[in-house]
């Protein structure tokens, strides 16, 4: 499969990284040479010195027959219009990052077709709709939807209170098959584990389960069910004003900024909403706004250091629920280390989402499991296929790989090793990043 990606920033870089483990011919196109060759040393991929929006650069890299053309710039409509010309010049579908809400709209669709944009990524709304995932599911440091729906896809970082604490995968403490230990992050390392690991305090846990059995998880995790009303925001940053205008109405919303006639346009643009012109970072302000009343505490400035730091003061005021805008890569592991509650990133979330579609376009229906060293699909099963042989516990699949649940005639269960996979079935695999396309071999 032949893609490429227009624009070396964070996400085109991250992209490339993704993708540079997997089988596919991928062209990365910047005009920093510097960049360029900073990649080009690490990742398995060719690249290209040129403009993204050039016809000739575009044709000299062969785009006519190009199966994906990704085009993730920081600038919307060097995007838009790069995404147009590979249309035209034979690119089979593009995708383009965009910056604005508008271009999303219901009436607008058919003209952005028209155009040749394929799908677009728009990092703000997907960041705001993770940030009200985790505000509903707030015991959770991740919630995943699979299959519709009917399976569900949970991390949840484990302290002291849960009885898994040192238990061995094979020894857990439960009767009953209601759940699947995937993954396992600890620290900087990212476990598919085996009946031998254990678990320990401070893990960050992925469980793949059915809707029936949330409490289950949520009981033996030790975490508790909290219903979140009153959100105070520091920063009044694209993601808190999309977060805003996509759910007013189901929080009161207090959103702190420091810039004053930034405080102005958000009162008129958000009039649901409380504004407060303050800096957000002084905790006399945190105090004169009563932050000890509030559910959650979102920092969503554009400053990572900031963000975390001033969860870490939220949570000295008992807020229960924090979550951290952590924007610097290189941030994102030490950031979730620390007690600072959920840490988004909307450069990974429009990557995975971007992935999604790739791996949708090469026929099969996948999520990247975001954050966790780790991905996770759903694959259909071909007749013939050898993961088919046996039941699981015979099949010797290959380390860092496990199947945690699959569908059957519209029905999800979760997958044990007496499971006998039938063609047909849509089955959850779990593997370490950039191999998925690996075990491909052992569904087709």
Sequence with gaps: MKIVIAGAGEVGSHLAKMLSNEDQDIILIDNNQEQLDLIDSKYNLMTW????????????????????????TPYETRNLTSCAIAKKLGAKKTVARIDSSEFLRDDNGDIVKSLGIDFLIYPENLAAEEVNRSLLHNWARYWGELHDGKLLLIGVKLHDESPLIDCKIKD???TTHD??????????????????????????????TTPPFIKTVRDICGKKKRTIRRVLIMGGSRITMRFARLFHDDFHLKIIDIDREHCEAMATALPDCEIVHGDGRDVEVLKENNIYQFDAFMALTDSS????????????????????????????????NLNIGTVINKKLLASSHIFKILLDTDESSAKCLVLAGAEVAEMQVRPGAKITKAPVKDLRLPEGMTIAAMARDGLCELVGGNTHIRPGDFVVVFCVSGTIHKIEKWFL
């Design 172 to 174: 857990l403490p439960v």
């Design 179 to 208: 759940f699947h230990v995937a993954a396992i992050k600890r620290k900087n390392e990212t476990i598919i584990p085996r009946g031998n690991d254990e678990i320990k305090r401070d893990d960050i846990v992925y469980f793949i």
């Design 49 to 72: 010195n040129g403009s993204t929006s050039s016809f000739q650069t575009l044709r000299d890299v062969g785009i006519t027959g190009t199966d994906l053309y990704i085009a993730v």
């Design 305 to 336: 250091e900031t963000n975390i730091l001033s969860c870490l003061t939220a949570k000295e005021f008992g807020v229960p629920k924090t979550i951290a805008d952590v924007e610097n890569l290189q941030f994102l592991s030490q950031a979730e």
